[in-house]
């Protein structure tokens, strides 16, 4: 009797052994579950917070778009009704031939050539607006190669790509391409300096200018004199670099310091400084382009 009694305890300690072990092995899998559960719901946060900021570029996007439709569209009905004047100057021009009985050779020659110039006239606005449209979307097409390029590994904080009347430019943060207070190029600066080069280099028609910004606090050591003095050394820094490292060639380089001035923000808070201390890239088509765009005679 005393050896069942003790076969039955053991059995039972048996037992109660086993069922802990499975319910720690059960609970070892329900932590497990919960760590990927959170794992999974702070994934699908930053999933909101991209699709946020997306919907919020894409937004902004079509609104500057927009703009820039309506501006083009007031310019066309502009270059519009100024044909239409110049037509009805020619027409009246007509009928007051057609009421004249008598005229000399010198006079018909002097209104055939008024109207040669009406008729070249209107011809040479039509290849303005042809040539504002093109510029256009020209201009558009390069801003949306700049950004598919540029900001693959780079934060959207330091860079922006943006379209201003006839050009494109980039705003690059001072952290991104400087050692603070200086105009040292950081080893990061080859990550978008090299994309641009590539860039201007397959685009024969453009030229690059590179602008240097700082904020509104003062700088003096033994390099820099100021903050004019390091505008300009950054941007020269930055053509130099594109120049030597990267093949541009200089004759489509320029550029330029604006020191501490032309901000886009107040100077009153640390975040507003950091949005001043920048350097701003701008694609421009090359200046001879236009002056042939000015003269009459290339519309004849």
């Given at each position: 009797?005393?050896?069942?009694?003790?076969?039955?305890?053991?059995?039972?300690?048996?037992?109660?052994?086993?069922?802990?072990?499975?319910?720690?092995?059960?609970?070892?899998?329900?932590?497990?579950m919960t760590n990927d559960l959170r794992a999974a719901e702070y994934k699908l946060?930053?999933?909101?917070?991209?699709?946020?900021?997306?919907?919020?570029?894409?937004?902004?996007?079509?609104?500057?778009?927009?703009?820039?439709?309506?501006?083009?569209?007031?310019?066309?009905?502009?270059?519009?009704?100024?044909?239409?004047?110049?037509?009805?100057?020619?027409?009246?021009?007509?009928?007051?031939?057609?009421?004249?009985?008598?005229?000399?050779?010198?006079?018909?020659?002097?209104?055939?050539?008024?109207?040669?110039?009406?008729?070249?006239?209107?011809?040479?606005?039509?290849?303005?607006?042809?040539?504002?449209?093109?510029?256009?979307?020209?201009?558009?097409?390069?801003?949306?190669?700049?950004?598919?390029?540029?900001?693959?590994?780079?934060?959207?904080?330091?860079?922006?790509v943006k379209v201003d009347k006839t050009v494109v430019f980039i705003n690059l943060s001072d952290k991104m391409l400087f050692q603070s207070g200086s105009y040292?190029?950081?080893?990061?600066?080859?990550?978008?300096?090299?994309?641009?080069?590539?860039?201007?280099?397959?685009?024969?028609?453009?030229?690059?200018?590179?602008?240097?910004?700082?904020?509104?606090?003062?700088?003096?050591?033994?390099?820099?004199?100021?903050?004019?003095?390091?505008?300009?050394?950054?941007?020269?820094?930055?053509?130099?670099?594109?120049?030597?490292?990267?093949?541009?060639?200089?004759?489509?380089?320029?550029?330029?310091?604006?020191?501490?001035?032309?901000?886009?923000?107040?100077?009153?808070?640390?975040?507003?400084?950091?949005?001043?201390?920048?350097?701003?890239?701008?694609?421009?088509?090359?200046?001879?382009?236009?002056?042939?765009?000015?003269?009459?005679?290339?519309?004849?």
């Open positions: 009797m005393k050896a069942l009694i003790i076969l039955l305890a053991t059995v039972f300690t048996l037992q109660s052994c086993v069922s802990k072990k499975k319910f720690a092995d059960v609970g070892y899998e329900l932590e497990l946060d930053e999933c909101r917070k991209e699709s946020n900021k997306l919907t919020t570029r894409i937004e902004s996007e079509a609104l500057r778009y927009n703009t820039m439709k309506e501006s083009k569209d007031e310019m066309e009905m502009s270059y519009k009704n100024q044909i239409k004047d110049l037509q009805k100057q020619r027409e009246q021009q007509y009928s007051q031939v057609g009421d004249l009985t008598v005229l000399s050779k010198s006079a018909n020659e002097n209104m055939n050539q008024t109207i040669r110039q009406l008729e070249s006239k209107d011809k040479y606005i039509r290849q303005l607006m042809a040539a504002k449209s093109k510029a256009d979307s020209l201009n558009l097409a390069l801003a949306v190669n700049l950004k598919s390029v540029l900001k693959k590994g780079i934060d959207d904080e330091d860079i922006d040292l190029l950081t080893p990061r600066s080859s990550e978008v300096l090299s994309k641009i080069a590539e860039i201007i280099k397959s685009k024969p028609d453009l030229d690059l200018m590179v602008e240097g910004y700082t904020d509104n606090v003062p700088i003096r050591n033994s390099c820099i004199e100021d903050n004019w003095d390091l505008s300009v050394r950054r941007s020269s820094q930055v053509v130099k670099t594109l120049q030597k490292d990267y093949g541009v060639n200089p004759d489509k380089l320029i550029a330029a310091g604006r020191g501490e001035y032309n901000r886009i923000a107040d100077n009153s808070t640390p975040e507003n400084r950091a949005m001043n201390r920048r350097t701003r890239i701008i694609l421009l088509p090359k200046l001879g382009q236009f002056y042939d765009l000015l003269k009459p005679q290339a519309a004849q």
